[in-house]
């Protein structure tokens, strides 16, 4: 039988509700957590709109609907430079905040010098801390949010993950009471007092250091109380000198937003430009798709989180990749000298790698149509090093796109890829924002049934009432809708990991 006809289970249930429909609108104020409340009460119209809720109950996903968020991606070689108070307005430039992006990424690479005591020591997450506090600065000040200078002993932001907190916990937070639970054994510093008590803007998600690579993502406050964020896991893998140290590898950060995985990879590649160097940066590629995990812990939710990096939805990789240009010096800088963007890609290996499939295949990444970001001489310097005549002391290096951002997956959209112009170091800083869609779960207070199911044994005719009981005293489609008295829970964490 024809399912939508007058005479149809579902017919009869379409005129039984426009008549109960009716009547409740003139009594009551329509259930936020009742998907019927609000159609319309015009004779056409609502015979239509009913029509599609029925159907659209069955053929569509009614659990689910896409919202948009605007991340911002950077990656900067620092040179081995810690940060100073100089370096604010610098940052600012490249960050934009004004444009208030919902999440901000950042890969650095050289926070620290590479040296012997850097690469096999024990970790120091002084430079790191100092790199998180600027960012937290740079971004929370342009919105007019006090931020309070540290006390001593502040986290160690070599390996912070952003952790959910129980809803009593939650609740004494923002009371503007710290739960002892959540401070035992740890220091509190005014600065992480704000991150609890809501006194900045953005949020650090996550943080993780290998050597002199570092990642740290940053999250609108606001977000956290809309989407559920979930599963904040970091990874490292180091693939440097003899294959397993850290000065060269790549740092990572997965987390999920409602339903959609995010993985962030900043990554610091085999440096060189001779022949076959391209074969190496690209071996580190490989290895760093291998080993890369977050792994499941007793501590996860009942979510199931991805596992490596190709388990994600939406994948952005990032950082000083070392690609060169595949073209004679002098010949390089003719090309650049006439802004010629479009010639010199050309003769960049990564692009050529790619085509060739020996590298990230399948993967995109915006036109270029900036100037080589390394490498320059010095500081405050607009010249890249060496060229003819080869000054005294300067390495010769033919200028290259080495600083990069590339993504895939589905629903990721580049909005502009650009490079700012401080000169900090002899890198210049690499930017992109992207507008992404997320999956976001709606409430759970109706469910839809399959088309499929036993309507029969949904519910005891008993329990739902007599009015939907027919002449012979079965249960009528009503009962395709169970309602959940349930509340919805509200989505709201704060930061705990000190």
Request: hydrophobic fraction near 30%; proline fraction near 4%.
């Amino acid at each position: 039988m024809d399912d939508m006809s007058p005479k149809s289970s579902s017919g009869r249930f379409r005129k039984w509700f426009k008549r109960k429909h009716k009547n409740k609108q003139k009594h009551k104020q329509p259930d936020p957590y009742n998907y019927l409340d609000g159609l319309s009460d015009g004779e056409d119209e609502g015979d239509y709109i009913m029509e599609d809720v029925y159907i659209s109950s069955f053929e569509m996903d009614p659990c689910t609907s896409t919202n948009k968020l605007r991340i911002f991606v950077g990656t900067w070689n620092v040179a081995g430079r810690s940060p100073v108070g100089s370096l604010a307005v610098d940052l600012e430039e490249w960050l934009k905040p004004q444009d208030a992006a919902d999440i901000y990424v950042l890969g650095f690479q050289e926070i620290v010098p590479l040296k012997t005591r850097t690469v096999i020591g024990a970790e120091d997450p002084t430079e790191a801390t100092n790199w998180n506090l600027l960012i937290g600065k740079t971004l929370n000040e342009n919105f007019g949010c006090p931020w309070l200078t540290p006390m001593l002993n502040p986290v160690s932001s070599d390996n912070y993950q952003y952790v959910k907190v129980p809803d009593c916990e939650r609740r004494a937070s923002f009371s503007g009471v710290i739960d002892s639970t959540l401070m035992r054994g740890r220091w509190i510093t005014q600065y992480h007092q704000q991150l609890v008590l809501g006194g900045s803007k953005y949020k650090l998600m996550a943080s993780k250091k290998m050597v002199g690579v570092f990642i740290s993502v940053w999250m609108k406050k606001e977000l956290l109380k809309k989407y559920c964020v979930s599963n904040v896991k970091v990874s490292s893998v180091a693939c440097g000198i003899m294959g397993y140290l850290g000065n060269k590898g790549s740092v990572s950060v997965s987390m999920s937003i409602e339903g959609t995985s995010f993985c962030f990879i900043a990554a610091h590649l085999a440096s060189g430009e001779k022949n076959g160097d391209e074969g190496r940066r690209n071996r580190q590629v490989s290895e760093i798709f291998k080993r890369t995990s977050f792994p499941r812990s007793a501590k996860d939710d009942d979510n199931r989180h991805p596992l490596t990096i190709f388990g994600h939805d939406q994948i952005f990789w990032f950082g000083d990749l070392n690609y060169r240009l595949d073209l004679e010096d002098n010949l390089a800088r003719d090309l650049i000298k006439k802004q010629d963007w479009k010639a010199l890609q050309g003769f960049d290996q990564l692009r050529k790698e790619q085509e060739d499939g020996g590298v990230f295949e399948g993967w995109r990444e915006g036109n270029i149509k900036f100037a080589p970001t390394y490498k320059y001489s010095s500081s405050n310097c607009n010249r890249y090093s060496g060229g003819l005549p080869n000054r005294s002391g300067e390495k010769q290096r033919t200028p290259a796109w080495c600083d990069r951002i590339l993504w895939y997956g589905k629903g990721v959209k580049l909005l502009s890829y650009f490079r700012s112009e401080s000169k900090f170091s002899d890198h210049r800083p690499v930017s992109a924002q992207f507008s992404t869609q997320i999956e976001v779960m709606k409430s759970t207070n109706s469910r839809f049934l399959d088309k499929e199911t036993n309507f029969h044994n949904i519910m005891p005719p008993e329990q739902i009432g007599p009015s939907i009981n027919n002449e012979e005293g079965k249960p009528t489609l009503l009962s395709l809708i169970v309602k959940d008295t349930e509340s919805s829970s509200t989505h709201m964490q704060v930061d705990t990991n000190y």
